[in-house]
């Protein structure tokens, strides 16, 4: 069992470390034209609007409502339509069918994350201990859930910088 100082630890390393991949995956979309953002080079079943929306929905879930449940706000905050677009099983559909812009998939990205940090930072030792269900990494607590969502999205950041390699950009690291 953890002492409520680890617990702490462990959280601030994992809101740290979301804020570092975070910073990277901006990086990575950065200089990806938006008119880009739904190409799918062949053979690949992904493209860069899904992982972003994907990474959105992915913060909310394990960041925010695992932690806390659904709260006021949240529907503004993680509509519906975003679940069903790009949650765990969805797939890559072209734009007229996602009927989402990039633009505004940015900005539900940028709220979320920032909501994400300023909760997570604050979460008591007491709640990151109750357990929970996968997926989480480390501990099956509600602070395994906290830690799974950087490791989630560096692994998500390698899909976007093979399709930025694909869509003809440079590699960034």
Same mark, same amino acid.
């Given at each position: $069992?953890?002492?409520?100082?680890? @617990?702490?630890?462990?959280?601030? !390393?994992?809101?740290?470390? &979301?804020?570092?991949?975070?910073?990277?995956?901006?990086?990575?979309?950065?200089? =990806?034209?938006?008119?880009?953002?739904?190409?799918?080079?062949?053979?690949?079943?992904?493209?860069?609007?899904?992982?972003?929306?994907?990474?959105?929905? !992915?913060? %909310? +879930? /394990? #960041? /925010?409502?695992?932690?806390? +449940?659904?709260?006021?706000?949240?529907?503004?905050? &993680?509509?519906?339509?975003?679940?069903?677009?790009?949650?765990?099983?969805?797939?890559?559909?072209?734009?007229?069918?996602? +009927?989402?812009?990039?633009?505004?998939? #940015?900005? @539900?990205?940028?709220?979320?994350?920032?909501?994400?940090? /300023?909760?997570?930072?604050?979460?008591? !030792?007491?709640?990151?201990?109750?357990?929970?269900?996968?997926? %989480? !990494?480390?501990?099956?607590?509600?602070?395994?859930?906290? $830690?799974?969502?950087?490791?989630?999205?560096? =692994?998500?950041?390698?899909? @976007? +910088?093979?399709?930025?390699?694909? /869509?003809?950009?440079?590699? @960034?690291?």
């Amino acid at each position: $069992m953890l002492s409520d100082s680890e @617990i702490l630890f462990q959280r601030d !390393a994992a809101v740290g470390q &979301m804020r570092f991949v975070r910073e990277y995956t901006l990086t990575l979309v950065s200089d =990806i034209p938006f008119e880009s953002w739904y190409e799918q080079p062949s053979g690949i079943p992904t493209h860069l609007a899904w992982q972003v929306g994907h990474l959105a929905v !992915a913060e %909310y +879930g /394990l #960041m /925010l409502f695992r932690q806390r +449940g659904r709260a006021e706000g949240d529907l503004e905050l &993680m509509p519906g339509w975003l679940r069903k677009k790009f949650s765990r099983g969805t797939s890559a559909v072209s734009a007229e069918e996602t +009927g989402v812009r990039p633009e505004d998939l #940015m900005d @539900i990205l940028d709220k979320i994350h920032k909501q994400a940090m /300023l909760e997570a930072a604050l979460l008591p !030792a007491s709640s990151l201990g109750e357990p929970t269900e996968m997926p %989480y !990494a480390v501990h099956p607590l509600r602070l395994g859930a906290l $830690m799974f969502c950087p490791l989630h999205e560096s =692994i998500h950041a390698g899909q @976007i +910088g093979i399709l930025r390699r694909l /869509l003809g950009k440079a590699p @960034i690291r």
